[in-house]
């Protein structure tokens, strides 16, 4: 049975565009995987704590050594991780703020991106644990920025797949609203992103068949 992960970081609950476009990606993942199972993880409901001094400490303790503080400090990454390691498909989606991704979503990444549970080091260098995971990833933009001048302060895209790839996770797309905030703009672009993921999932069906 197939396993999709879906986070959701919008701040907005109500009227967000990168949830629904999450919705019609998961609508299209759940008639594609009929008999799959969606954990959602929501991270303006669920605050994720930014990592402290404990958890950090937590982290390049070995196991044996580890204290109640650091036990009780790493607990939530234990759980997020293994969450993450069973899971097949992660579904990430995320406005932009502020040129890069909301804070609450880096919070959660630095609680799953640790040494030793998903990637390591060896002589030549770093190297992801978590593999055979297909990551999508729905990112919402108030202004335009493919093939502007603005492309250049666009760190939200390069950091999810850089950040994902360095455990190991392949983006295997991207799916992108911009000029939210421009009404003429708005509903053509949506249009148009829900019509890439529809075809997507028409591409990896007659890939199956």
């Known amino acids: 049975m197939r396993k999709l992960l879906r986070i959701d970081c919008s701040s907005r609950i ?6 629904a ?41 070995p196991l044996g ?21 069973f899971t097949d498909d992660i579904l990430i989606s995320s406005p932009l703020y502020n040129l890069n991704i909301p804070s609450n979503l880096k919070a959660y990444l630095d609680h799953v991106v640790r040494v030793g549970h998903t990637f390591n080091i060896n002589k ?36 999810l797949r850089a950040i994902l790839g360095h455990m190991g996770i392949k983006t295997r797309e991207i799916f992108s609203l911009e000029g939210s ?12 992103v829900q019509n890439s993921i529809a075809l997507s999932f028409k591409k990896q069906n007659n890939d199956i068949k």
């Open 124 to 159: 030549d260098g770093y190297h992801g644990l978590l593999e055979n995971k297909s990551a999508f990833l729905v990112t919402v933009k108030g202004g335009s920025y493919k093939d502007t001048y603005m492309e250049q302060y666009d760190f939200q895209e390069p950091y």
């Open 65 to 85: 050594q580890l204290s109640p503080e650091h036990k009780k400090a790493t607990a939530l990454s234990d759980k997020l991780i293994e969450e993450l390691k």
């Open 181 to 192: 905030s421009d009404a003429k703009l708005l509903e053509h672009n949506k249009i148009a």
């Open 21 to 61: 476009l999450a919705d019609y990606f998961e609508k299209n993942w759940v008639k594609a995987n009929p008999d799959g199972n969606v954990v959602s993880l929501d991270l303006a409901k669920k605050q994720i704590p930014h990592i402290q001094n404990q958890t950090i400490e937590g982290f390049y303790t």
């Open 14 to 19: 109500v009227g967000s565009h990168s949830r």
